[in-house]
Each structure stands twice: as structure tokens, then as C-alpha cells.
């Protein structure tokens, strides 16, 4: 079963995501960041992986939140939700973006009026659980 990660990054009652370049069968949908975790690689440090190379930021790793399976491409996969903090938020120092087109900062609310990524879409009640948004 091919593993990823999701991070989920809360700052200010906003979560952080990101767009998908328009490739492949999920090109243009937003999602949380995050991605594969390869062999043998602990998500913690995959997470840490995966936030430098997608945006250049150094990133700390909490807990786990919740976790979803879905197919892709005739594929089990699974993927797992972790609370995520920025060394900074983006502002004063840009994000370099080397795997999305954009990202924004979002009310938790607006992720269902997006169009997002089907598998994160298992973890937003995860997500608005753990931070207690109704």
C-alpha cells in the first residue's frame, strides 16, 4: 500500500493550502500539502522532506489527527494527517513554490466550496474536529 502524508497547518484560524499544477488526473485542485512517503522514511521526517521541497520551509512536526484510504490509479493507498507549524507564515518571506501554481491561508469553512483533492477531503472532518471548528 503506497503511503503519504498530509500537513495540516493552522495559524490564525486559517488553514494553509496549496493549488496542484495542472498535470496528471488531480492537476488544478487545491489541497493540504504534503506527499509520498518513501521507503523505510518516518512521516516525521517525510513531512520535514516534503514542506522544503514543495515551498523552502523548515517546518516542526505535532501529532497525528486522523488518517484516510482511497485508490488511485487502481492503487490501496493511505494517507495520514499531521499538525504542522511554519518556522514563518509566508508573508514577510515568500514560499518558493516548486510543485503548485499558488497557496493561500483559508477559513477551515471554504474547503468544501473548493475544488479539492478527493483524499484530503477524507481528512477535513479530522481536521475540523482537532482544532473544534463547527
Request: proline share 4%.
Amino acid at each position: 500500500m503506497s503511503k503519504s502524508i498530509a500537513c495540516i497547518v493552522y495559524q490564525n484560524g486559517k488553514l494553509f493550502i496549496a493549488k496542484r499544477r495542472s498535470i496528471g488526473d488531480m492537476g488544478g485542485k487545491w489541497e493540504f500539502p504534503g506527499g509520498k512517503i518513501e521507503d523505510d522514511e518516518a512521516p516525521e521526517l517525510a513531512i520535514k522532506r516534503e514542506m522544503f521541497e514543495e515551498f523552502s520551509v523548515n517546518v516542526s512536526v505535532g501529532e497525528k489527527i486522523g488518517s484516510a484510504t482511497f485508490i488511485h490509479s487502481g492503487k490501496n493507498c493511505s494517507v495520514d494527517a499531521y499538525v504542522v507549524q511554519f518556522e514563518h507564515d509566508g508573508i514577510k518571506v515568500p514560499f518558493v513554490l516548486t510543485e503548485h501554481t499558488e497557496y493561500k491561508w483559508v477559513n477551515p469553512l471554504e474547503i468544501k466550496k473548493l475544488d479539492f483533492v478527493d483524499s484530503d477531503l477524507k481528512l477535513y472532518p479530522y481536521v475540523l474536529d482537532y482544532y473544534k471548528i463547527k
